[in-house]
């Protein structure tokens, strides 16, 4: 329970200080109608004896009246105004929530997963809405209410209110004994239900899997075992508020009870009236819901700062990667690479993916990189539009340093075709039409034309207009990778990275793209990695990884010649070529 | 209006069926909900005491001030105390308890269900959305069920305990009251019909929001490549308004209904001191039974909000129940035989008769497909993209089921035997190789979980990723982050030829990768595979030319039909594609 947590509450309440507000005034005056309503009682019933005439019954009725319309509209004010800004503020964090994630980075989404973030993003702001909105007006009903009647009550009979109020510093007693285990264990519950959230996930990512191995009852165990603990981590919540609210409960009665002993005698001894006495009880009365209410604050509160420190574990992150201050944007870039020197360790890896690389690139140029089982291609790749950070060395683009550059010039200027492009469920021209929704036709048909999609999209019904399922599960592995292109080429890209873009496809078509591009995209560099190493024959520069250091570099000619690895591989998919057209 | 009305009629009819449904899964606790119900009704009886208590003190103590008699009064206040703190806890607890239960049958129900839909169900679906529905629909259910549900059984407690002393505190009173409930009833119903709509938009809006967020945190990556940061950003924002709009919608109803019952509990309030007022002036009515039904009408009224605030619990809960029927009413589209066959384990004898096969309609994928393969023999499959190589692996492991002919294993139809005993005797390895978080070890013996270390490792040695593994820091205690994003394509796939050897098949089914390996990993994946269908029927899906050389018999497919199908012997002679590819083969030896 940290001030940090509390500011960032109170910045929320700053921002909606005139709903919050309003809302508060009229909880006020709730509180205050709903506190004469007892006043009204007792003089009428100190009236009473006086044989009172229909004009005075009707007066009181009146007033009774009056003082519930007042409290009636008081409380459709703190509804409206207190529970729509708790609305609003919920509003305000999530958006919030989602514009970080777009500035985060890819070290970040490899730290936290997405089932747990999704469970912050829905689970964790619904406690904090709760908190905001639930909460303060509770806390400060609570709190009018207590003293109001405390007050009152006092005022009443001085002496009773002494006695009957003893009881209640047990309910403070209660309150700090309680707070601290019940903070921890409210973050248990919700820790877990992230795990189980995260399980459900993995499960049907890997339906596939899981069924050809049979583990169906392995992982219903296993999910029934995760289940039975979140049972036992929330009925720990449970026992803790099972015992604190009915103890505030019984407090208020031993207070009744004080009452009735002690009032009872002085209205006999004549000391008090009756209207006095049942005025008094009325108070006591109503301090059993703000006294249940402080529990509840408790709960909600240990539950809406546990939930803030979660939210605030993602709006602190900060990206490692972005704009360096002072970054300028020179313009279209040309497209020439250079690594100087680069090495670069993944974040919590224990040895390093690229060791000392020297790599130029002429803008125009065509680069293949091939290698070995996690020699480092990708990472290579991954450097360049600085989706990671090169902590030793620099990749200069155009002669300056990619950190020197904003990285939505990089980002715009630099096409990144993935082996496994990521579609997002919306049409095919929407996912191709990415970068640029404002393309043309003739722009889209060009890419399409480009990427090889035209006889694809002719298959289907609804042509561009088709909508691509999650992830794009309705395309072939080959129909994503060309989308993909499709995408990145849209952007009139001078660098174009194919990371084992085409593995889907056959080597002819590949080859076909590959062809294409050159001769419609011009001077556009291309940096290709890839494990078939006929498609880029033709390449400027050839360089074969090894284990993060460069171990060919050449042209294909130099490298036959040298008969190593590359050579090797090179022969034996020439054979598996002829295979593939055999059988077509 | 009226057409509101229709509709709530109909949304009405639908919740009581849902409703049913959901009471459904407290029958296995009826013994406990029963104890509870009594627990609560007992606690509302005590609550309400203490106002009686006080009312007896006023008009027999007090009023005729003598004090004897109000000790035992007071004691009885104590243990009435004392009895409603002992009960509230065990309401709380057992309530709790009972959700927690109900939430835990229901969320592994729900999981155990996901488990029986087919692949297609999965394609249809996205993760999220199922996600959802096992997590947060079962949590807002619970939360019904907890504040929800079996609590409004303490508000009807209470509203007729509270009915019943009024009743008989002074009938004629209570029937004065009673003016003020065709107007309650009347407010109560323009409410519902407005909250339910807005409540059930919300939801909508909820679902649509989460499936957006889920998707964009997925594609992250791509989303700052393209710079869509901005786009995507208003896109959630004018979602996310859709969503605010609704909540403050069925806010607002909430607003204005809630204080209305304030109007009219004062009304009744009213009522009673002008009437009650004059017939204590008239010495019809004692004092202490006027203060005492003041008393209990104020507290009539609270239990009416109650549930008015319930109802906005119970409707968010009625969408989500909802939507976890749906999903637990989707029918299992390839279901267990009812008499299965007894398969402990098979010999390994594949047989297809005359299969045929379409994904949807009569588009046929597999057409006229007989081939058999006897035990321990190896069967390569080649055929260009889409000439339905994997749809007839699918077929034997029954991810789908065939439409004409017949696919046997030792001689039995595989619809005749239980899935589960099926693809025990299975292993499948594929393409694209998903990995379990988790540790290495754990994901090698996914299908054999007796296995020990020793006996990991010597089945990793035999398909050749004992060496990379082995390199990895904490080796195979090594944990695999999902998706075992940090191992390459070609570590994945020895993982997964480990997998299959740990599972140790009868018949092993590979659909070999295609280019997504280099050389060497190459060799090492090709040694492998030797040491994998050793002993074992084998069906490959090769991209090889290599691994034609390992196997007994080939099948080339060409549009979901056999084009030649024999020993390589009798293939050969034949002078078709596979002499071609043999020839081509024969090359690369030079």
Known sequence: MSWNHLRFFVSYLIKYRIGVGLGILALLLTDFAGLAVPWILKEFVDFLPRSPSQIDLLGFAGLLFAAASIQATGRFGWRKYLFGSSRRVEFDILNRVFGHFLILDRPFFQRLRIGDLMSRATNDLRAVRDFMGLGLLILVDSAVVISACFILMTVINPSLAFWVLLPLPLVSILFFSYVETISRRHREVQEHLSVITERVRENIAGIRVLHSFVQEEHEKEKFRELCREYIIRNLRVTRLFGVFTPALVFTIGISGLISLWIGGRAVIEGSMTLGDFVAFNGYLMQLSWPMMGVGYIINLSQRGLVAVSRIDEILSAEPVIRDRAGAVDPGTLEGGIEFRDVSFTYPAAASPSLIGIDLRVNPGQKLAVTGLIGSGKSTLALLIPRLYEVEEGAILVDGRPVTDYPLERLRRDIGYVEQNPFLFSATLRENIALERPDATREEIDEVIENAGLVPDLARFPEGLDTVVGERGVSLSGGQKQRVALARALIKKPRILILDDAFSSLDAETEEIILKRIHTQVRGITTLIITHRLPVVRDADQIIVLDRGTIMERGTHDELMRVGGLYARTCRNQALAREMEITLQ | ?590
């Not at chain 2, 109007?263 to 006027?290: D, K, M, P, Y």
């Not at chain 2, 597999?366 to 889409?386: M, Q």
């Open chain 2, 1 to 590: 209006m009226s057409d509101l009305n229709r509709e709530s009629l109909r949304d009405i009819y639908k919740d009581w069926g849902l409703f049913g449904r959901i009471l459904g899964y407290l029958k296995p606790y009826g013994f406990l909900v029963t104890a509870v119900i009594v627990i609560l009704f007992v606690v509302s009886l005590l609550n309400l005491a203490g106002p009686y208590l006080t009312k007896i003190v006023i008009d027999d103590h007090i009023r005729p001030s003598k004090m004897e008699g109000v000790d035992r009064i007071a004691l009885l206040y104590l243990a009435v105390l004392l009895a409603s703190f002992g009960g509230q806890f065990l309401q709380t607890y057992l309530i709790q308890f009972i959700g927690q239960k109900v939430m835990f049958d229901l969320r592994t129900q729900v999981f155990a269900h996901l488990h029986k839909m087919s692949f297609s169900f999965f394609d249809r679906n996205p993760i999220g959305k199922v996600v959802t529905r096992v997590v947060n629909d079962v949590e807002v259910l619970n939360e019904m069920l907890t504040s929800g549900l079996i609590l409004i059984f303490n508000d009807l407690f209470t509203l007729a305990g509270i009915f019943c002393i009024m009743f008989y505190l002074d009938w004629r009173l209570t029937g004065v009251v009673c003016l003020v409930f065709p107007f309650l009833y009347w407010a109560t119903q323009a409410y519902r019909v407005r909250a339910r709509d807005a409540l059930r938009k919300n939801r909508a809006h909820v679902s649509g929001l989460n499936t957006f967020l889920e998707e964009n945190l997925a594609g992250m990556s791509t989303v700052q490549m393209f710079g869509r940061e901005e786009a995507h950003y208003e896109r959630f924002l004018s979602i996310h308004r859709e969503k605010l709009h609704e909540d403050l919608r069925s806010l607002q109803y909430n607003a204005l209904y809630v204080p209305s019952i304030d109007l009219f509990n004062s009304v009744g309030v009213g009522l009673v001191i002008w009437f009650g007022g004059g017939r204590f002036v008239q010495e019809e009515i004692q004092l202490g039974v006027l203060v005492a039904f003041l008393q209990y009408l104020q507290k009539f009224f609270d239990p009416v909000r109650d549930m008015a605030e319930k109802f906005n619990i119970i409707q968010t809960a009625m969408v989500s129940s909802e939507r976890i029927f749906e999903l637990l009413d989707t029918p299992e589209e390839i279901a267990n035989p009812p008499a299965p066959l007894p398969v402990r384990s098979v010999k390994g004898e594949v047989e297809f008769e005359k299969v045929w096969f379409a994904y949807t309609d009569e588009r046929w994928v597999l057409k006229d497909i007989s081939f058999s393969i006897r035990e321990g023999e190896s069967l390569a499959i080649v055929g260009a993209t889409g000439s339905g190589k994997s749809t007839l692996i699918n077929t034997l492991c029954r991810f789908y089921d065939i439409q004409k002919g017949a696919i046997r294993i030792d001689g039995m139809p595989i619809q005749q035997m239980r899935k589960e005993d099926l693809r025990r005797n299975l292993a499948l390895v594929q393409q694209d190789v998903y990995l379990f978080s988790g540790n290495v070890l754990d994901n090698i013996r996914l299908g054999n979980r007796n296995l020990g270390i020793e006996e990991v490792e010597t089945i990793a040695q035999a398909v050749n990723s004992h060496q990379f593994i082995d390199r990895l820091p904490y080796k195979y205690e090594h944990e695999i982050r999902e998706g075992g994003e940090s191992l390459s394509m070609g570590q994945r796939q020895l993982l997964s030829f480990a997998r299959a050897l740990a599972a140790d098949p009868r018949i092993l089914i590979l659909d070999e990768a295609t280019s997504s390996v280099d050389t060497e990993t190459e060799i090492q994946i090709q040694s492998a595979m030797r040491q994998l269908i050793q002993g074992r029927t084998s069906l490959i899906i090769a991209h090889r030319l290599s691994t034609l050389k390992h196997v007994d018999k080939v099948l080339v497919l060409k549009n979901g039909e056999i084009a030649e199908y024999g020993t390589q012997k009798e293939l050969l002679a034949k002078k078709g594609i596979f002499h071609k590819l043999h020839s081509l083969q024969a090359q690369s030896h030079i």
